[in-house]
C-alpha cells in the first residue's frame, strides 16, 4: 500500500528564515511525485511534479528535489505569502494520487 | 487561465438529508476525480471517470454516495443520507488523458448538522 509521510506537520519560520520540508514514501511502480499548496479554504495549487531520483525543479523561493525515498521542498529566504499548507503526493500508473497530511507553513513578518 | 468550476462553495444541511456536488472540468480533460479531505488530512480519492466510465470508484462508500458523469464532461456527486461524519471538503480536480499534471477546483465544503 501507498504511504506518504510529511514532516513537520507544522513549521514557524521568521521571514527570510530559510528551510526545508520533507515528504518520504512508499509506493511502487512511481510514475511521478507532486507538490501542491493550499490556502485555508481553497483547493490545491499545483506546484511541481519530479519524475526521477536527482531531479530538481525551482519556482521563485521554491525548490523541490527528489531521492528514491523522499522529496524535499526548500524554502528561501521565505516572505508572509508563502504560508500555507503544502502537500505532497504520489502518482503511479493508475493516474492517481496518494497524498501525504500536509506541512503547515506560518511565516512570520 | 481555465479552471476546474465547482458549486457550491458551501453546503450546510441536516443528517439525513441528500446532498449534491457539481463539477465542471477544464475544457479538453478526460479525467476527472472527486477526492475529499477531512480538516487537517491530505486529500482522499473517492471515484475517477474516464470520459463517462468509472475508472475506480473502490474508495467511495456506495451505500450512501454516487457519482455520475453522464456525457463526459460535467460531473455531479451525490450524498444521500447526509451523516455527521460526511463533513468534510469535497474537491474536483481533472487531468488530460495520459497527462501527469492534476488539476484542483476550489472545492465545497460540506456541513452536516
Known amino acids: 500500500e501507498d504511504q506518504v509521510t510529511q514532516s513537520p506537520e507544522a513549521l514557524r519560520l521568521q521571514e527570510g528564515e530559510s528551510s526545508s520540508l520533507n515528504c518520504s514514501y512508499t509506493?511502487?511502480?512511481?510514475?511521478?511525485l507532486f507538490w501542491y499548496r493550499q490556502d485555508p479554504g481553497k483547493g490545491p495549487e499545483f506546484l511541481f511534479t519530479?519524475?526521477?531520483a536527482g531531479e530538481e525543479k525551482e519556482k521563485e523561493r521554491l525548490k523541490a528535489t527528489l531521492t528514491k525515498k523522499e522529496s524535499f521542498l526548500h524554502i528561501t529566504a521565505p516572505k508572509p505569502e508563502d504560508s500555507a499548507t503544502y502537500l505532497c503526493?504520489?502518482?503511479?500508473?493508475?493516474?492517481?494520487?496518494?497524498f501525504g497530511s500536509g506541512t503547515q507553513l506560518t511565516v512570520l513578518p | 487561465e481555465a479552471e476546474v468550476a465547482q458549486s457550491p462553495r458551501y453546503k450546510i444541511t441536516e443528517k439525513s438529508q441528500a446532498v449534491a456536488f457539481w463539477c465542471d472540468p477544464i475544457?479538453?480533460?478526460?479525467?476527472l476525480y472527486w477526492y475529499r479531505q477531512i480538516l487537517g488530512q491530505g486529500p482522499e480519492l473517492l471515484v475517477q471517470?474516464?470520459?463517462?466510465?468509472?475508472?475506480?470508484d473502490s474508495q467511495l462508500p456506495k451505500d450512501r454516495f454516487s457519482a455520475e458523469r453522464l456525457k463526459g464532461v460535467d460531473s455531479t456527486l451525490k450524498i444521500q443520507p447526509a451523516e455527521l461524519g460526511d463533513s468534510a471538503m469535497y474537491l474536483c480536480?481533472?487531468?488530460?488523458?495520459?497527462?501527469?499534471?492534476?488539476?484542483f477546483g476550489e472545492g465545497s465544503w460540506l456541513t452536516v448538522v
Open positions: 480536480a481533472s487531468s488530460l488523458t495520459g497527462g501527469n499534471t492534476i488539476y
Open positions: 509506493v511502487s511502480g512511481l510514475r511521478g
Open positions: 519530479l519524475y526521477s
Open positions: 503526493a504520489v502518482y503511479r500508473s493508475a493516474r492517481q494520487l496518494t
Open positions: 475544457s479538453g480533460h478526460a479525467t
Open positions: 471517470f474516464q470520459d463517462e466510465s468509472v475508472v475506480d
